[in-house]
């Protein structure tokens, strides 16, 4: 019998991963009710929960409801200090994250990624690597499909997620075999109050791993190898900057792994994925595969062979000489950063959206060196103007199709449009894949002008 059984569970969050959490629960005999701050009536894909006995609390959080359960799962969305959660926990009810629920019923060993750009494409390599290894490899997580899922079978040979420091906030036991650490960049200071709590909700991936688990570390980032001293696990650490003695390293041709004596070479130039960005996410994508005895020419098949997400980086059309690039899974300053460092000047980029607390500062040299034009959308257009005022031309959109009729209207043959938001999409849209969706569609109904 499930310990779930005849518990009164009640999950948080009516989003995808919580009406996952929800049929998780019904499958175990608990008793579940759904909270959401939605009215019912605006929350979708409930019928069949309601069906099978779910209870809603919804157009806010019933904090004596909380305070009376046995237990309360939170969806990565929900903050751990809404009033009826820290109401929960204060009355000694546990609070569990998604993570850390799926995470118990798994029995497959689980590759982990973090870090605050390249998360999805990492994850997607290692997946794509397994998968070509003959293994059976769930990947998910934030990345889409949440890792409750996953316990939908038990047949796995490995677990990849994409692991959010959202996620993170409420774990208990959580031990992944490796955990990957790309990369710390300002990020999401709309929900932490300063770097340093963000930075800590992110290192929560190690904290239950031992000496038997690998960090797989970025070693060209200064903040990534401080916060990694203290780890207890053996630590692995990749370098697109130089080739390392033991590890995997960029010697601005071949990726070079080293290990225990032997060495390992991929030519770059055979990767689908363009970019240093997208060399460091192969490297931090091979290391565990190779550990665990996947032959390397299968891996770097594996990676060759992917041609890169949806929303990152993807060229949408040339038109009249001008290349449109979609780019609207870059929601932070470090993402913008890598994307415009890829292309060449003179680049006109769309931004904003909804502001996550954020510098601007790392853009201003870029904005100087290659944005001849920036089109400003959503709630952050006030603060992005103030950043970049005297760095390049500003103008403002009310809607993103009419930022891509401006920047047609702007861009020159032999210039780039590129859709680099550095914010969330929050204000406008209901993801980043709409906008992004949204904006191709735009661009394809332009007319060339002959």
């Known amino acids: 019998m499930s310990a779930y059984a005849g518990k009164h569970v009640i999950v948080v969050g009516a989003g995808c991963t919580g009406l996952g959490l929800a049929r998780f629960f019904l499958d175990r005999g608990a008793d579940v009710t759904l909270s959401e701050s939605r009215r019912r009536e605006d929350i979708g894909g409930v019928e069949e929960l309601a069906a099978r006995g779910v209870r809603f609390d919804c157009g806010g959080h019933d904090a004596a409801l909380m305070a009376a359960a046995d237990l309360v799962a939170i969806s990565p969305g929900i903050a751990l200090d809404v009033p009826a959660v820290a109401g929960a926990m204060a009355a000694g009810v546990p609070v569990l994250g998604e993570i850390e629920i799926a995470a118990r019923e798994l029995a497959a060993p689980m590759i982990a990624i973090t870090g605050t750009n390249g998360k999805s494409t990492t994850t997607c390599l290692v997946g794509e690597i397994l998968q070509r290894w003959n293994r059976r490899a769930f990947v998910g997580g934030n990345l889409g499909t949440p890792l409750i899922e996953a316990t939908r079978d038990s047949d796995w040979d490995w677990i990849v997620a994409e692991i959010s420091s959202f996620q993170m906030e409420a774990i208990e036991t959580f031990r992944p075999r490796y955990g990957l650490l790309l990369n710390l960049t300002e990020d999401h200071l709309d929900r932490y109050p300063?770097?340093?709590?963000?930075?800590?909700?992110?290192?929560?991936?190690?904290?239950?791993?031992?000496?038997?688990?690998?960090?797989?570390?970025?070693?060209?980032?200064?903040?990534v190898m401080r916060c990694a001293e203290a780890l207890p696990c053996r630590k692995i650490c990749f370098s697109s900057s130089r080739v390392l003695q033991q590890g995997m390293g960029f010697d601005g041709q071949d990726i070079v792994w080293r290990f225990d004596g032997g060495e390992q070479r991929f030519a770059v130039s055979q990767l689908r994925l363009k970019g240093l960005h997208n060399v460091e996410n192969a490297m931090a994508a091979l290391i565990a595969p190779l550990l665990e005895g996947c032959p390397a020419d299968l891996a770097w098949q594996a990676v060759c062979g992917f041609s890169g997400l949806d929303h990152r980086m993807v060229r949408v059309r040339e038109l009249d000489g001008v290349t449109w690039y979609d780019d609207s899974k870059g929601t932070n300053v470090g993402s913008v950063v890598k994307s415009l460092a890829g292309l060449e000047a003179p680049v006109t980029l769309i931004a904003g959206g909804k502001d996550k607390g954020g510098d601007y500062a790392p853009l201003a040299q870029l904005m100087r060196d290659k944005v001849a034009h920036l089109i400003l959308i959503g709630q952050a257009a006030d603060r992005m103007q103030q950043a970049f005022s005297g760095l390049t031309g500003i103008l403002r959109a009310a809607t993103l199709e009419e930022a891509v009729q401006m920047a047609f209207d702007l861009t020159a043959p032999g210039g780039t449009v590129l859709l680099s938001p550095g914010c969330s999409s929050f204000d406008m849209f209901r993801s980043y894949a709409e906008r992004g969706a949204v904006f191709c569609r735009a661009v394809q109904a332009l007319q060339s002008r002959g």
Request: a negative charge; aromatic letters at 6%; zero cysteines.
């Open 194 to 223: 300063d770097m340093a709590s963000y930075v800590a909700a992110k290192l929560r991936l190690f904290e239950n791993m031992t000496a038997a688990d690998v960090a797989i570390l970025n070693a060209d980032d200064a903040l």
